[in-house]
């Protein structure tokens, strides 16, 4: 079963490595996604995950789907 917190980390920690920050929050998760924060925070207390706009994400940037909700590797694609 997929977890909305294990998927919340790795998007945080690519958001890191792409943007170069070393601090990532909830709403810049969501800004990343093109959700609302008051929406990301509603599917994350019902832990929903929201595989369109991941998927729009990891198109936008190059990035596996199967990374952000799996772990598997490769992280980026060629």
Known sequence: MIHFC???SRLKETISQLEEREKVKD???AK???LTPQYYAVIK???KI???AIALFCKKNRLSINWILLKQKPIHLT
């Open 27 to 29: 709403k810049d998760v």
């Open 45 to 47: 207390r019902r832990n």
């Open 32 to 34: 990343s996604l093109g």
């Open 50 to 52: 929201p595989y369109e």
């Open 6 to 8: 294990d998927v919340s």
